[in-house]
């Protein structure tokens, strides 16, 4: 693995930087713009662009939501400023949920349930849930609207994979052994897919296919 930049899969940051960056806890997704736009960041971060978005062109905001997973089996969601609280809207029986995405275009939600490891996707309002890849178990799952593909960890690989939005046509992206995926992202100026690998402090990237 070359170091930043690399040609197809690199380290961009590792724990040799002075301020080495942290992984886990929840991530914020769903400040959505008229193009589809998916953030994750903190949630300071988050909210103080949501504000910036509101004020330039309300038009363009079409919603604003935090979804989040429990492991009792449950998705909730609320406003950015948490009112319109909906806990437990999604339910798995006997389950434990993780790595949560939000496709923005079709109001679909993508999740894993880790005990019987599978991902799944729901509509944005509880209904139609279905598993889409089975033997699935990982922490972080991506929607790309440019492009209509999911990327998600796959701990059984264990690899960061492709497929379409509807489970299909699965492909291997990057081989992550010995560590757990966070956080995934994609840069499309430059067509590179980000994630963090948690036991060794760094971020990662690799070419889009």
Not at 89 to 116: A, D, L
Not at 175 to 198: C, E, F, H, N, Q
């Amino acid at each position: 693995m070359s170091k930043f930049p690399g040609p197809s899969k690199s380290t961009v940051r590792s724990p040799t930087s002075s301020n080495p960056p942290s992984f886990g806890g929840v991530c914020l997704y769903n400040l959505f713009s008229e193009k589809g736009e998916c953030e994750l960041s903190s949630s300071p971060a988050l909210l103080k662009k949501a504000k910036a978005l509101a004020k330039s062109d309300k038009k363009k905001i079409k919603l604003g939501k935090i979804y989040w997973a429990d492991d009792a089996g449950n998705i909730s969601k609320a406003n950015l400023d948490g009112a319109q609280l909906e806990r437990q809207f999604v339910h798995v029986p006997n389950g434990q949920m993780r790595g949560i995405s939000v496709n923005s275009k079709t109001n679909k939600i993508y999740f894993y349930e880790v005990n019987e490891e599978n991902l799944y996707v729901v509509n944005s309002d509880g209904t139609g849930r279905q598993v889409i890849v089975e033997g699935a178990y990982g922490y972080s799952v991506f929607v790309d609207e440019v492009n209509d593909k999911l990327y998600y960890e796959d701990r059984n690989e264990p690899a960061i994979m492709q497929t379409n939005l509807d489970g299909t046509g699965k492909v291997k992206i990057a081989d992550v052994p010995g560590t757990r995926v966070y956080a995934i992202g994609i840069d499309y100026i430059t067509k590179k897919l980000y994630w963090s690998d948690m036991s060794n402090g760094m971020i990662k990237r690799s070419n889009l296919d």
